[in-house]
């Protein structure tokens, strides 16, 4: 990779050729952490095909699983299932466009879905895990997972309820989001009026698709992901947490122990920083923990939310940590979820979905078109970078690390 992007590259940590101490193999543990965060970050290397090539090569050779022909199931919001004819080294980008082909959506239209990992459990509580990485192979994913609660869905992958719009002239589009938009509303996710609900049960007696997802972008909540209840300090101890994302903001309702209900919505254009550590030693708590940074006033707040982890999970633990401002100083809050990395990946979709008029008065653009494209899969990519004065909150980036280093990897 050096012969090819030379400079672009991170200076690779140097090694320890003796025997090391344990808080020498903790800091090259931490240097190589980082430096593996930067090669992920620059999407004209994570995008190239060189990068995929020897990510799918490194997957199949940790698994040891030869190349063969399989029938992968996908299933969509409504249960339905969908068999794609694929082969074990096949990647999720792969995958998704033959399951997509097969359900007659047109092949433009592949960038606004994705394949998730999704979860039900033993009371048929349905939650989202995670979204696969493009040059992720579901495969080995859900292999990896070994538990038959665990499934592969397609979903849409944007935040923003006005681009309905921009798939409303194909008919195997509108079959996808109408069965998502059902399955939110059956869930609670959306928060539609008593009239609106009377109306969209009508239009769902009607079968009339296109009428109930024109309804369902006056409803609240509409096309926010949302997820596990935990548990924060913020406003106090034992602070229940429900956090949405969705439509530009992420919004957390609190019940504090006094029984009383708080609410916090923050624009996505105030925050500055999204952070999932890759090593977590530490932590011993059937959960996963994601730490935000907020501001109220002018005295810094730290919230750490801890959310429950499904029982007799396999899935690792992680902590994201989120960053944004309010005013001129920094509120802070940690989540520790399951779902840290589908939080984190949501937050910056939110924020690559932002109009560029509108980020360009937060936000420094910087366009990475460099000879270095030729070899990117998607070479109009940009990496965002908040234009914050203080040097502490930088560089919220829509590439993660998450993507190389998520639960089933």
Not at 53 to 66: A, D, N, Y
Not at 114 to 141: C, M, N, Q, R
Not at 153 to 176: F, H, Q, S
């Amino acid at each position: 990779m050096y012969d090819i992007f030379g400079k672009r590259l991170p200076k690779f940590p140097p090694k320890y050729y003796l025997a090391m101490t344990e808080s020498m193999a903790e800091e090259r543990r931490v240097t190589l952490e980082q430096y593996l965060q930067g090669v992920v970050s620059d999407s004209v290397i994570s995008g190239s095909d060189v990068f995929i090539t020897g990510l799918k090569k490194f997957q199949l050779e940790t698994f040891k699983l030869p190349c063969i022909k399989v029938v992968l199931k996908v299933y969509l919001p409504d249960g339905r299932q969908v068999n794609v004819d694929s082969k074990t080294s096949d990647s999720a980008e792969r995958v998704l466009e033959a399951a997509l082909y097969t359900l007659n959506v047109s092949r433009e239209l592949v960038e606004y879905f994705g394949l998730f990992i999704t979860h039900k459990d033993s009371e048929g509580a349905y939650s989202v895990v995670k979204k696969i990485a493009p040059f992720e192979i579901p495969f080995i994913t859900i292999w990896h997972i070994n538990d038959d609660s665990y499934q592969i869905d397609i979903r849409k992958w944007y935040t923003t309820p006005t681009t309905d719009a921009m798939l409303m002239g194909c008919g195997g589009a509108i079959d996808l989001l109408y069965a998502q938009a059902v399955q939110e509303l059956e869930m609670n996710w959306s928060r539609p009026t008593e009239q609106q609900t009377e109306m969209l049960k009508e239009l769902i007696k009607a079968e009339n698709k296109v009428k109930f997802l024109e309804t369902m972008q006056q409803v609240e909540h509409y096309s926010y992901q949302k997820l596990n209840p935990g548990v924060t300090d913020y406003p106090n101890c034992n602070t229940v947490a429900t956090v949405s994302m969705g439509n530009n903001e992420m919004y957390c309702s609190l019940q504090t122990s006094d029984n009383r209900t708080e609410i916090i919505s923050v624009h996505v254009s105030k925050m500055t920083r999204c952070h999932v550590p890759l090593h977590q030693p530490e932590k011993t708590m059937d959960q996963q923990e994601c730490k935000l940074c907020l501001i109220d006033g002018q005295v810094p707040k730290f919230i750490s939310i801890l959310t429950k982890q499904q029982p007799e999970n396999t899935m690792d633990q992680q902590e994201c940590k989120l960053c944004f401002i309010d005013g001129q100083v920094p509120k802070l809050i940690s989540i520790r979820t399951k779902q840290a990395f589908l939080l984190s990946k949501w937050i910056k979709k939110m924020l690559s979905e932002q109009p560029l008029p509108c980020v360009k008065e937060n936000l420094e653009i910087q366009d990475n078109i460099t000879s270095s494209n030729i070899l990117s899969r998607n070479p109009k990519k940009i990496d965002v970078a908040c234009g914050i004065k203080d040097p502490i909150y930088t560089s919220l980036r829509e590439c993660d690390s998450s993507d190389l280093y998520d639960d089933n990897q």
